[in-house]
């Protein structure tokens, strides 16, 4: 299967931890693409944000202050 059988709001998380490995390791690019696309958004989306930066023990330089 290349995706999820239940929609994604009704999925377990282990059913998306499953597709998301399958789509890791995928012999096909496309779909190795897709789950490095959606990693990379993610991830972007966590270190963007300033509520998660105590829990990454993330210090903001103070040049930046002001900007963000």
Known sequence: ALGLRP????????????MLERWRY???TL???AYQGL?????????GDPASW??????QP?????YL
């Open 54 to 59: 105590h829990a990454a023990a993330y210090q």
């Open 31 to 33: 779909l190795r693409s």
């Open 7 to 18: 929609p994604w709001q009704d999925a377990s998380a282990e059913q998306v931890r499953a």
């Open 26 to 28: 995928s012999r096909l």
């Open 39 to 47: 990693h990379g958004l993610l991830y972007a989306s966590w270190y």
């Open 62 to 66: 103070a040049i930046m202050k002001g």
